[in-house]
């Protein structure tokens, strides 16, 4: 059975940093790749980055380019996306997901690419 257990979430101040990690199930980790996602109260959940099963490309959505960087670790099984320059906007639930396409070397941004989902953390970013 495919786990994805995210961790690190929290409160933090507007302009502080946290570093979410997402630990997956190690027969999925190496050969797929990653997003994460976020909801907000009261709206939709949306792409915040994602990285492709090598590593070697990533995406990020617009409002938190240059902010968050999204990062893998093979040897731990760990996902990373760290958060610097927080803003209230960024508050939400963040969720990791894993796609269910070997190797595929595009990054996948929408959420109906991946198949498997964590049980998400909560960020809360206060002013």
């Known amino acids: 059975q495919v786990q994805l257990v995210e961790s690190g979430g929290g409160l933090v101040q507007a302009g502080g940093s946290l570093r979410l990690s997402c630990a997956a199930s190690r027969g999925i980790f190496s050969n797929y790749g990653f997003g994460w996602f976020r909801q907000a109260p009261g709206k939709e959940r949306e792409f915040v980055a994602a990285?492709?099963?090598?590593?070697?490309?990533?995406d990020y959505a617009d409002s938190v380019k240059g902010r968050f960087t999204i990062s893998r670790d093979n040897a731990k099984n760990t996902v990373y996306l760290q958060m610097n320059s927080l803003k209230p906007e960024d508050t939400a639930v963040y969720y990791c997901?894993?796609?269910?396409?070997?190797?595929?070397?595009?990054?996948?941004?929408?959420?109906?690419?991946?198949?498997?989902w964590g049980q998400g953390t909560q960020v809360t970013v206060s002013s």
């Open positions: 990285v492709t099963w090598s590593g070697d490309n990533s």
């Open positions: 997901a894993a796609s269910a396409i070997y190797r595929y070397t595009k990054v996948l941004i929408t959420h109906s690419a991946y198949a498997y």
